[in-house]
């Protein structure tokens, strides 16, 4: 039997599984009648993935625009056609990077930029996933797209394996990371890129999502966490469905205006304009477009 949960779970995704082998464990654990999860992570990676139970779903879209934070190792010395450490090596360099040469070539990696996505990624090429064609050994041409990288800063800190950490001179021949960036932006083709720039050629070695949007690692629990609540009967790991729209400002409405919205009819509410999130006796009640005094309903929701 399903349950008729919603709200948000931010699970910290350990390395080793695909996103999708995520969702199915907490969908074996809470048997949710809905879930879906704001942004993939690629196997090797760590970290935030938000999950959206419920009514929640209906908000997937708006995580899906949120800013995005990550701690990344890169490896020089080689190029791997998964740009990552699960791929075969196929270029090679005894070159390795200077600190001065690493920091100097930042600027050309911050700001709006222009990247071709990995070709082991799950962008589509004329109907088909650009990591099957590519595991078929086909060739894979992939647009250049533009992202905007926030801020992109070398990390004393190095994740050396799960669970510890060290300096990122412990690690010969690495380099680690933090950067801020928008949806859309591939932290392999950074270090595919800037080994590319530098001469030495790069992959990642370590990758940590550290945040999306205002979900942070403040808010993540583990899947062996969240077994071990569930055993107690203790829910308060799912946060509310409005979690993953603070950026979004609230106004409440009297129960009558509720239903009108519900039923997607526009009501009268002066002084307020552009999109706001709509309460009702502290319930979340819908998203709704202002504009003259008016206020329509984009996306109405059915929380308990």
Partial sequence: MKNNLSGWIIL?????????????????????????HAGTLDPLASGILPLALGEATKTVPYMMDARKSYFFTVQWGQERDTDDAMGKAIKVSDMRPT??????????????????????????????????????????????????????????????????????????????????????????????????????????SVLRRLSVGNFGENHAISLELMEEMLHKGDLSFLRPVESALDDIPACDVSHDQAMLLKSGQTIFLPS?????????????????????????????????
């Fill in 99 to 204: 600190h001065d040469e690493i920091t100097a070539i930042l600027p050309r990696f911050t700001g709006a930029i222009s990247q071709i996505p990995p070709d082991y990624s799950a962008i589509k090429v004329d109907g088909e996933r650009a990591y099957d064609m590519a595991r078929e050994g086909r060739a894979v041409e992939l647009k250049a797209r533009e992202v905007f990288v926030e801020s992109l800063v070398p990390s004393d800190v190095c994740l050396v394996s799960p669970g510890t950490q060290g300096t990122h001179h412990e690690a010969q021949g690495t380099t680690s990371f933090i950067c801020h960036c928008s949806k859309g932006t591939y932290v392999r083709s950074l270090a595919r890129d800037m080994g590319r720039v530098l001469g030495c050629f790069g992959y990642i």
């Fill in 272 to 304: 307020t304009d552009g999109k706001m999130l709509i309460r009702a006796e502290g319930k979340l009640v819908a998203i709704g477009e202002a504009s003259q005094g008016s206020m329509k309903p984009v996306r109405v929701f059915n929380v308990e």
């Fill in 12 to 36: 910290d995704k350990p390395s080793g599984i695909t996103s999708a082998h995520a969702v199915a464990k907490v969908k074996r654990l809470l048997r949710p009648a809905k879930i879906g």
